[in-house]
């Protein structure tokens, strides 16, 4: 059994700054690549950034410049650092992964979400 469990989301003014945490825990073997996804309220879900094991990173333009994905692979925990928020960012933040588990399977293993809310 696999669970990512995300933290560190919140109510932020815009212009303000968030850290998201994304931990995997479970019969892990490795992980490959980590994304951020977000859903806005009657929004569908739409891809935030990934990093690669090796560290490859990319980002959707509507983030790009402001946000940026790193990871911890001894902790099997990527971040998503959030700065110069803006309402738009609103959304249910969920991190993904690439999991290879100790009986060798491989699949995509997603965490529950976590609320992201940029008001004053």
């Known amino acids: 059994q696999v669970q990512l469990v995300e933290s560190g989301g919140g109510l932020v003014q815009p212009g303000g700054s968030l850290r998201l945490s994304c931990a995997a825990s479970?019969?892990?073997?490795?992980?490959?690549?980590m994304d951020w996804y977000r859903q806005a309220p009657g929004k569908q879900r739409e891809f935030v950034a990934y990093?690669?094991?090796?560290?490859?990173?990319a980002y959707a333009d509507s983030v790009k410049g402001r946000f940026t994905i790193s990871r911890d692979n001894a902790k099997n925990t990527v971040y998503l650092q959030m700065n110069s928020l803006k309402p738009d960012d609103t959304a249910v933040y969920y991190c993904?992964?690439?999991?290879?588990?100790?009986?060798?399977?491989?699949?995509?293993?997603w965490g529950q979400g976590i609320q992201v809310t940029v008001s004053s």
């Open positions: 479970g019969s892990i073997l490795s992980i490959g690549a």
């Open positions: 993904a992964a690439d999991v290879t588990d100790s009986q060798y399977r491989t699949f995509r293993s």
């Open positions: 990093i690669t094991r090796a560290g490859t990173f």
